[in-house]
C-alpha cells in the first residue's frame, strides 16, 4: 500500500490541515528547438506541458538566438545585439519609463497597501527575475533553423537601440516580428505571475501559443489597475491565465493539474489582494480544475443574527485586563475543513465550497464558508501591532462574547444600534481557527482585529467607523518567532 501523502498545514490556523500534498508535474530540460521545420526555416511553436517560470523563458529563448544569428556577426566595436535586445525587454518590464508595458511604478512610495503599489512591487521583483532568465538561457546554435512567426504587432514599445538595429540594414520585416513575439511573450508571462505571492514556485500550464492565453484577461487587469480598483475576481481570473485556463471567471480560489491557487490572507491573516500557490490538492477529482467560489456572492442579501446577550457588560474599556488566551482556549476541542459540491447543482460542476468546521467542549459547533473569511480578512480594520491602550476614546460601555457564543449562531452576526446596552462588543477567540472563524461569521462592516502581544481591547478604540456597532476581536494570533 502506498503511503498516504503529507498533509497540507496552513501555519496561520495552528497548522489546521488543507487537503495533501503532490508531487507536480514538471516539463523535462529543454534540449531542442520547437519549431516546424522546412527547409532552412522553421516556425515556432510551443511545446504544451508544465513549466516553471525559468523553463517558459528557456522556450522562448530559441526566437531570441534565431533573431540574433540571422543579425550576423556585429561590427567592430558595436554594443552587442544580445545587449541591446535584453535591455529592450528590461524596459518594456520597467514600471516607469518610455517603453514601460506597466507603468504604475509611482505607487511604490505611495503610503498604505493599495492593489496598485502591491501590484508594483511584484511587476519590479517579477521583471528583475525574468530579465535574469532570458540573460542566462541557452546561447545561440548558429547551425539552427531560422525563426518565424506571424507576430502582429502588440504595441510595446521599442528602445531606439532596438529600433535602430531592427530597422536597420541587418534586419528585416521577420526579424522584427521574431522580436516583437520573443518580447510579448515574456511581457505576458510577467503579467500572468503577478497575482502569485511566490511567483517563482507556481507551476504553469503552458499551451502550443505559450502565454498569449492570458491576453484578454489581461487587458481587464490592466483597464483596472489604470484607471480604477482592482477587482479580487479580475486578480484571481489572471492567476488561471498560465494555469486552469479552462475555468470559469470567479472564486477566490481554484485546484488544477499541478496543486491548489488560494489567497495570501489565509496563510498569513493579511488583507492582502495577492494569491498563494501551494503544490497541493484538496480532492482527489476527475476534474482536474477546480473552482472555490463563495457560498453566498451576495452577503449583502445574507440574513443578519442579533449578536445576543454578552457575557459581561462594563462601563470602562480600561478595567477590563487583555485577554487571557489560555483560559479560553481549553473550551474548544476541534476543527478541519471540508470540500463540498454546491446543492442542486449539476454533477459534473466544477465548483466546490471550502468550510471550516469547529467543535467546543460545551457542544457548540460552527461552519463558516472559507470564501466568506477571506472577505472579512480584506475588510477588516487592524491595529498596528505596537499600538498602546486609547484611553481617550473609550466606549460608554461595552460587552464581553465567547467566541462558541457568536460562532454557534445562524447567518452572518451583527447587532442593532446600541443592542443590550452596548456598542463595542468584544469577543474573545483561544485560538487561531477561532479568529479567521470569527471574520467570516461577523458582518464584515465594522470589524477590528486586535494584533500584537498585547491583546487588550482597549487598542482598537478610536478604529473604524464611528457610528453604529463594533465587534473588536482579542485573541488567537499566530505570532511569527
Known amino acids: ?38 527547409g532552412n526555416s522553421a516556425k515556432w511553436r510551443f511545446q504544451p506541458g508544465t513549466y516553471t517560470t525559468k523553463q517558459v523563458v528557456e522556450h522562448v529563448a530559441p526566437l531570441l538566438n534565431s533573431l540574433i544569428t540571422q543579425l550576423g556577426q556585429d561590427p567592430p566595436g558595436a554594443v552587442p545585439s544580445r545587449k541591446i535586445l535584453i535591455d529592450g525587454l528590461r524596459s518594456c518590464l520597467a514600471t516607469t519609463g518610455r517603453e514601460s508595458t506597466l507603468p504604475i511604478g509611482d505607487a511604490v512610495n505611495v503610503a498604505g497597501e493599495s492593489a496598485r503599489k502591491v501590484m508594483a512591487n511584484q511587476a519590479q521583483r517579477i521583471g528583475s527575475l525574468l530579465v535574469r532568465c532570458a540573460q542566462n538561457a541557452p546561447p545561440p546554435d548558429v547551425t539552427g ?45 510577467r503579467d500572468g505571475l503577478l497575482p502569485f505571492e511566490n511567483f517563482d514556485e507556481v507551476q504553469l500550464t503552458i499551451k502550443q501559443d505559450g502565454t ?41 480560489g481554484f485546484q488544477y493539474g499541478s496543486g491548489i491557487v488560494m489567497p495570501l490572507s489565509l496563510f498569513t491573516g493579511s488583507s492582502s489582494i495577492l494569491l498563494k500557490y501551494v503544490p497541493a490538492t484538496v480532492e482527489d477529482s476527475k476534474h482536474q480544475e477546480l473552482l472555490f467560489d463563495y457560498e453566498n456572492k451576495d452577503y449583502f442579501s445574507v ?37 463540498e459540491k454546491p446543492t442542486e ?121 464611528g457610528f453604529g456597532p463594533q465587534f473588536v476581536i482579542v485573541g488567537g494570533e499566530v505570532l511569527s518567532s
Not at 146 to 169: D, F, K, N, Y
Not at 215 to 242: H, N, P
Not at 306 to 334: D, K, L, Q, W, Y
Request: with cysteine; charged share 15%.
Open 345 to 465: 447543482t449539476d454533477p459534473s460542476s466544477q465548483i466546490r465550497h471550502i468550510k471550516l468546521h469547529g467543535n467546543f467542549k460545551e457542544g457548540a459547533q460552527f461552519s463558516i464558508d472559507v470564501g466568506q473569511i477571506t472577505r472579512g480578512l480584506r475588510y477588516a480594520y487592524r491595529t498596528a501591532s505596537s499600538a498602546n491602550d486609547n484611553h481617550s476614546a473609550e466606549p460608554s460601555s461595552f460587552g464581553i462574547h465567547k467566541a462558541s457564543d457568536v460562532l454557534s449562531l445562524p447567518d452572518l452576526v451583527t447587532s442593532t444600534s446600541h443592542s443590550h446596552g452596548v456598542r463595542l462588543h468584544v469577543i474573545q477567540a483561544g485560538s487561531a481557527v477561532e479568529r479567521m472563524a470569527l471574520l467570516g461569521k461577523l458582518y464584515p462592516e465594522n470589524v477590528v482585529l486586535v494584533s500584537g502581544e498585547k491583546q487588550s481591547p482597549t487598542r482598537a478604540l478610536g478604529i473604524g467607523k
Open 212 to 252: 498569449r492565453p492570458v491576453e484578454d484577461i489581461r487587458s481587464k487587469f490592466l483597464m483596472q489597475i489604470m484607471t480604477a480598483q482592482v477587482k479580487r475576481t479580475t486578480v484571481v481570473d489572471l492567476a488561471k491565465g498560465l494555469t486552469a485556463s479552462s475555468l470559469p471567471s470567479g472564486g477566490y
Open 1 to 38: 500500500m502506498a503511503a498516504a501523502r503529507p498533509l497540507n498545514r496552513i501555519p496561520a490556523l495552528d497548522g489546521l490541515a488543507l487537503g495533501r500534498l503532490i508531487n507536480p508535474p514538471t516539463q523535462a530540460a529543454v534540449n531542442k528547438i520547437n519549431h516546424t521545420a522546412n
Open 145 to 189: 533553423p531560422q525563426m518565424t512567426v506571424l507576430s502582429p504587432c502588440e504595441g510595446h514599445i521599442w528602445t531606439r537601440e532596438v529600433a535602430g538595429l531592427l530597422i536597420g540594414p541587418r534586419s528585416n520585416g521577420n526579424l522584427m516580428q521574431v522580436y516583437n513575439e520573443w518580447l510579448h511573450q515574456i511581457v505576458l508571462l
Open 303 to 339: 440574513p443578519r443574527h442579533e449578536i445576543g446577550a454578552p457575557t459581561e457588560v462594563t462601563s470602562s474599556a480600561s478595567s477590563t485586563s487583555p485577554t487571557n488566551s489560555s483560559s479560553v482556549a481549553s473550551n474548544f476541542m476541534s476543527s478541519s475543513f471540508t470540500v
